[in-house]
């Protein structure tokens, strides 16, 4: 059998190019993800930045720990505990004591997105040495790092206009603005830590027994730096984008090999007939077709694992360069990505020609004198069995699942894959009566090419459902994740839209407003104002599960003047110090019932359901009041125009009132638009690499099933140019009978598409978040408008050869 392959495949190569590019990318883009996937286990230590010089970091927790049956279970806080005044105290007589700030700075146009403040003092911890000038000595005046400007400059910022008076060397982790230590704590009138000049001994001792400060010194002063676990961050986004850009790999992989291996036995029947007929049992031609997927395999995937190899480096240096990974990221030396990468791809053809090998077996004697080109064989009865289980299936998991679960982002990116499998298992039956439908008018037209696409695409069944195929994961994973993002993304504007009914939305310039410009604002005349502010709440779940909501403190009464709650049950009005107002996710959800939390800063309390918020989306979040909401600043103020009032009036004050913190009014309408959820950069550049991956493959399966299907119709050309048909018109047909078959898959990969998002808006019904279905229209016309170009133009190349005249000379016709 193995001899019989070799000559198989060597005789019959243009049939198995296909399915050799597409394992040997396949196998290519795992081995790439896998080193990749590999990397990502290496992160090594991250060393102390801002504080690499500090003798001893003392800082505030920022941690929740809660003790359960399991064992502790731990949560950052959302706003951590500063270092108490009388640690400080007590640490001032060890040595000196220079308290870290940090806050955001907004600059001119040309500056750095990403400024930070902290005080000049702080400085020397890095150590930051200055290059150029002097450091500052009044609130006017400031010290960047960095070369982006030079000293002398005036700079506008969001804190009012400084003067650059010295640069610092750029220690390459931050864009930082260094402000006289007394303007510092002007601006950040909170400290969370400090470093003192004093023997770590002798801090540990003076600090032991006080809850919640800890004691920071060698490798473990990275803790003070700001965010440092972002390449664990970093890492666990990757390992994401890389495990989901694998999956699709492989899905897409069997997808393809399987229909290039099924298109090709329905072309070779009557081989397999002639074997059959000279004695070969079902057996031996189920194992023939195996040995030949065997050395597709083989080859296919040892060419793509060195493929990976060199593909690797390239995929983190871009990565790297996308700001997706940290510097440091790089290739290691594992080897299980290559075997597991080569497994895949020998199991993938395998798996392929599985269902094609029992085809071939099937096969009688009698098929080597079948002539009839008409596809009439009627589909296995265990494929459309496990077409229709797979539908069953996903409308299943859709009924009895969690509707929130069907929102998040590793749902939908697979369960398009089910549909997609489900409809191409029953695209043998609908693709008659799409070709007949789609046919209908073009064969009423003058001439027989209509009628000709007609029939030839709908007799040719097979035929027409390889070429289909393909398209059906482009066009469908296009409509499918582009299409549950754009609804998602809708979904939270609307709930946002309905929730706000304030007519204007003042935001700080960064950070939160202080409180004479609170006062300020509540002093405009025909304003209603709520002001609130970003928390946190804590709760412990089934006892072992502590879950973190997203908090706004908010004043009860202004609370209800400017915004609609989506309430299932209970008042806003009935918000008080000593209640909560929770949303359906909560275990415990019932007006009245008392439960116990853990607010923003670790402080325990035992608070009353006033009210439950439907969960929508999951961006409900939970209300809670200013008491219970110590250190959080106040990042939004809502203003509803009060009756007789001018809203022309009311807005110029809002303005007057933030002019010198630099916050921004906007109309309700203006800043849901500016707030509006949009799909973040990794998200983005994961779903266009998936969409890349379909495509690719797409490419690649049209490109082989057409030559495949159109280096055996050279007998048929030559007929109908014996017929009397021209060469222009033998092309017109065969790039008509593309058109009908791509478009054909494109209305397949719709389908799904539609199915998918039915499945999000039912979803999303459920959850009390109803919103219209958005379809990618234009990604999805381009997946099909270059399906159409790729099949029409390699059709008819492929055509344009076999035309040629020794080619299309009939046998036994004169020379």
Not at 134 to 141: I, L
Not at 753 to 760: E, F
């Amino acid at each position: 059998m193995l001899s019989v392959a070799l000559c198989t495949v060597r005789a019959r190569w243009i049939g198995f190019v296909g399915s050799f590019v597409a394992l040997c990318l396949g196998v290519g883009a795992l081995t790439t993800t896998g080193l990749a996937l590999a990397a990502t286990g290496d992160a090594p230590r991250r060393a102390p930045e801002r504080f690499a010089a500090a003798p001893v970091v003392v800082r505030g927790t920022d941690t929740l720990r809660v003790a359960t049956p399991i064992g502790d279970r731990t949560q950052k806080l959302a706003v951590p505990r500063a270092v108490p005044p009388a640690v400080v105290d007590g640490l001032r007589k060890l040595g000196r004591v220079v308290p870290d700030r940090t806050f955001a700075v907004r600059a001119t146009p040309d500056a750095p997105g990403d400024l930070v403040g902290h005080p000049w003092s702080v400085a020397a911890f890095a150590p930051y040495r200055i290059t150029s000038g002097r450091a500052p000595r009044t609130a006017g005046e400031v010290v960047v790092s960095g070369t982006w400007t030079q000293p002398g400059r005036l700079l506008r910022t969001d804190h009012g206009d400084v003067t650059v008076v010295g640069t610092v060397t750029d220690r390459g982790f931050e864009h930082a603005v260094f402000y006289t230590d007394d303007r510092a704590a002007r601006l950040a009138p909170r400290s969370v830590q400090a470093v003192v000049d004093a023997a770590p001994a002798a801090v540990r001792e003076a600090v032991e027994g006080t809850p919640g400060v800890h004691v920071l010194t060698g490798d473990d002063r990275r803790y003070a730096d700001p965010d440092p676990d972002r390449d664990r961050a970093a890492l666990t986004a990757l390992n994401a984008l890389f495990g989901t850009a694998g999956g699709v790999t492989a899905f897409v992989s069997v997808f393809v090999v399987a229909s290039t291996f099924a298109f090709a036995v329905a072309q070779r029947r009557r081989e397999f007939g002639l074997l059959r007929t000279a004695g070969a049992t079902p057996g031996q031609v189920r194992r023939t077709v195996a040995a030949e997927a065997l050395l597709v395999g083989v080859v296919a995937s040892a060419a793509g694992c060195v493929l990976g190899r060199y593909g690797a480096p390239h995929l983190v240096r871009w990565t790297v360069a996308e700001n997706l990974a940290p510097a440091w990221f790089r290739i290691g030396d594992h080897t299980w990505p290559y075997v597991a990468a080569f497994s895949t791809g020998v199991l993938v053809a395998l798996g392929g020609v599985l269902a094609a090998s029992r085809r071939a077996g099937r096969t009688g004697p009698t098929e080597a004198l079948r002539a009839a080109a008409v596809d009439n064989r009627a589909m296995p009865p265990g494929r459309r069995v496990f077409g229709v289980g797979l539908l069953l299936a996903a409308a299943v998991l859709l009924a009895v699942g969690d509707p929130g679960d069907l929102l998040h982002r590793k749902s939908y990116v697979s369960r398009p894959m089910l549909l997609i499998t489900a409809v191409a298992l029953l695209a043998p039956v609908l693709v008659r009566p799409l070709v007949r439908l789609l046919t209908w008018a073009p064969s009423r037209l003058p001439g027989a090419v209509g009628t000709l696409v007609r029939e030839n695409a709908a007799a040719a069944v097979h035929r027409t459902a390889a070429v289909a195929a393909p398209v059906l994961v482009t066009v469908a994973l296009a409509g499918s994740l582009l299409g549950a993002t754009a609804t998602l993304n809708a979904a939270r504007t609307a709930e946002s839209r309905a929730r706000t009914t304030a007519d204007f939305v003042v935001t700080p310039a960064a950070g939160g407003f202080d409180a004479p410009t609170l006062t300020a604002l509540r002093g405009v005349p025909g304003a209603e104002v709520s002001a609130t502010a970003s928390s946190a709440v804590y709760v412990l779940e089934d006892g072992v599960s502590l879950v973190r909501s997203e908090a706004r403190a908010a004043g009860p009464g202004a609370l209800a003047a400017t915004s609609r709650l989506p309430l299932a049950a209970g008042r806003t009005a009935d918000l008080d110090d000593g209640s909560i107002i929770v949303n359906e996710e909560w275990a415990q959800h019932t007006v009245g019932r008392r439960v116990r939390v853990w607010l923003g800063d670790g402080t325990r309390r035992t608070l009353r359901i006033a009210a439950v918020l439907r969960t929508g989306t999951g961006d409900n979040g939970v209300y809670i009041t200013p008491a219970n909401a110590a250190g959080a600043d106040v990042d939004r103020v809502d203003v509803a125009v009060r009756d007789g009032a001018d809203p022309g009036a009311v807005a110029a004050g809002l303005r007057t009132a933030v002019a010198a913190d630099g916050g921004r009014v906007r109309t309700a309408a203006g800043w849901i638009a500016a707030t509006a959820p949009r799909t973040d950069r990794t998200t983005r550049l994961g779903l266009l690499l998936v969409l890349g991956i379909g495509l690719l493959y797409t490419a690649i399966s049209l490109v082989n099933t057409m030559v495949m299907a159109t280096s055996e119709r050279v007998r048929e050309f030559a007929i109908l140019r014996l017929a009397g048909a021209t060469r222009w018109q033998v092309l017109r047909l065969v790039a008509a009978e593309a058109l009908t078959a791509v478009t054909v898959g494109a209305v397949l990969g719709l389908l799904v598409a539609v199915l998918d998002l039915a499945a999000m808006w039912a979803a999303l019904h459920t959850l009390s978040a109803p919103v219209p279905v958005h379809l990618p229209w234009q990604a999805m016309a381009m997946a099909s408008a270059a399906c159409v170009l790729l099949a029409t133009t390699t059709t008819a190349t492929a055509a344009h050869l076999a035309l040629r005249p020794r080619a299309t000379r009939p046998a036994g016709s004169p020379e």
